[in-house]
């Protein structure tokens, strides 16, 4: 008897992907994105980045898109990267993340800056 492999994904709803097409799906995106990668470690090494200096800016850009996700909620982001809010806030200062600017980048502008809303009128015949 021949075994079928399982695609399982923690965090994918319900815990458990069982989709065959979707699990190639996402063999491919992984593939795409390791290619991604492969490709901005050569340069960043080409260019002469440090190392600590890549790892500053990864840590930053991750911190900030999850940060952006939830909200600017600290609790949130910091249960999704699996680390204590206070540990959070602590990377945060030290990569002078200002948490207050992921906020205001989330609201809308003022009434004032917005453009006014296009209202149709339906003329009676």
């Excluded at 999704?80 to 809010?85: V, Y």
């Excluded at 992921?102 to 003329?123: G, H, N, W």
Aim: hydrophobic share 35%; proline share 6%; net charge positive.
């Amino acid at each position: 008897m021949k075994s079928q492999s399982l695609c399982l994904f923690e965090k994918a709803p319900h815990n458990a992907v069982r989709n065959p097409w979707l699990c190639r799906q996402i063999r491919q995106i992984e593939a795409s994105v390791r290619r991604e990668l492969d490709s901005l470690v050569v340069q960043m090494y080409a260019g002469g980045i440090t190392y600590d200096d890549a790892v500053r800016e990864f840590k930053k850009a991750y911190i900030l898109e999850v940060l952006s996700h939830h909200k600017g909620n600290q609790c949130k982001a910091a249960a999704e990267l699996g680390m204590h809010r206070n540990t959070l806030s602590r990377t945060i200062s030290e990569l002078k993340i200002n948490p207050a600017q992921v906020r205001m980048d989330l609201k809308r502008p003022p009434r004032s800056e917005r453009s006014a809303p296009v209202r149709i009128v339906a003329s009676r015949p």
